[in-house]
């Protein structure tokens, strides 16, 4: 994998390596840690499938019935669990993984405060709340259980822990080894020369941190065509 990077007039390009062994660890840690946890109940007469089993923890089934079809009798079961929701750098863990070099940009540049904090939720249901007409008993009701279940989230997502660190120990677990550098104008030479299509739309500039260099470059050149 490579990535590119201008520093004033210069573009650099760099290897880049990891342990995956490491890179790996690291997302269970954050699955574990970082992901935001919903409690589910499901009534069935079937089992439930899961997409990925293991974001489903603490699952438990009680009987609570049975259910009557043409040639047979299948017992009703309550199925309860916690669902984890990893935050998106997960994703971008996945992709790194399966060597995607497009995805370092978005790593640099994670934003963790994308997502709305579980009190943020609160406070807006508790607005809206407010906002409803004592008379509309349906909507209160329902904006009520809204603002229940949110309560619960909370507790149940007490322990889980910021995005922050393990964002940064991510950044430091990839090198970024130097291996060449060309000008600009030579590179733009080297491009109109081969006839690639290029044009300031397609090249995105980031910025760099926590780069194994002694000093960071201050922008990102990310070339997505390959010479």
């Given amino acids: 994998m490579y990535y590119y990077l201008k520093n004033e007039a210069i573009v650099e390009k760099y290897l880049i390596s990891f342990n995956k062994e490491e890179i790996e660890q690291l997302k269970e840690k954050i699955i574990d840690e970082c992901s935001f946890i919903e409690h589910k109940e499901i009534s069935s007469d079937y089992f439930p499938t899961f997409s990925d089993k293991k974001l489903i923890r603490n699952l438990k089934e009680i009987k609570v019935g049975n259910k009557e079809y043409f040639e047979e009798t299948r017992g009703v ?98 090198k970024f080894d130097l291996v060449d550098s060309m000008s600009i104008d030579d590179l733009n030479r080297a491009i109109f020369f081969l006839g690639l299509e290029s044009s300031p739309s397609q090249i995105q500039t980031d910025n760099l941190q926590n780069s194994n260099r002694e000093s960071s470059p201050k922008k990102i050149l990310l070339i997505d065509k390959k010479l």
């Fill in 77 to 174: 079961y309550l199925y309860s669990f916690d669902q984890y929701e990893p935050p998106y750098l997960v994703k971008l863990i996945d992709r790194l993984l399966n060597n995607d070099e497009k995805c370092i940009s978005e790593i640099l540049n994670y934003d963790i405060y994308a997502k709305k904090s579980i009190d943020d939720k609160i406070k807006l249901a508790n607005q809206e709340l407010m906002e409803i007409n004592d008379e509309d008993i349906y909507q209160k009701k329902i904006k009520l259980k809204e603002l229940e279940d949110l309560v619960k989230s909370k507790e149940l997502n007490k322990e889980q822990r910021s995005i922050e660190p393990y964002h940064k120990q991510l950044i430091g677990l990839i």
